[in-house]
Nanobody, 114 residues
Framework: QVQLVESGGGLVQPGGSLRLSCATS????????MGWYRQAPGKERELVAR???????IYADSVKGRFTISRDNEKNTVYLAMSSLKPEDTAVYYC????????WGQGTQVTVSS
């Protein structure tokens, strides 16, 4: 069964760090650019980080310099290291291909609050 499984979210204070993981199958991972998306309450889902098959990375301006996306080709896993977190980073974070081609997983909640 094709699926995407996100993990690693939690509650963190402003300025803190988290590392998210996205496990997937090779049929999703290998041929595609992968990305991390997020959806905050009352807002549309947005793409915040993208990594190509050749490991080129692209970031939304709102996270540039604070978030780092990476991929482990042996594990078919994509990571998002987040630092200097801000309250406005609070959202449910999802991974998927770029463009999105597969059903969304359950996501992982990130809450930045003191």
């Amino acid at each position: 069964q094709v699926q995407l499984v996100e993990s690693g979210g939690g509650l963190v204070q402003p300025g803190g760090s988290l590392r998210l993981s996205c496990a997937t199958s090779g049929s999703i991972y290998s041929p595609n650019d992968m990305g991390w998306y997020r959806q905050a309450p009352g807002k549309e889902r947005e793409l915040v980080a993208r990594i190509t098959r050749s490991a080129l990375t692209i970031y939304a301006d709102s996270v540039k310099g604070r978030f780092t996306i990476s991929r482990d080709n042996e594990k078919n896993t994509v990571y998002l290291a987040m630092s200097s977190l801000k309250p406005e980073d609070t959202a449910v974070y999802y991974c998927n291909t770029v463009p999105q081609n597969f059903r969304w997983g359950q996501g992982t909640q990130v809450t930045v609050s003191s």
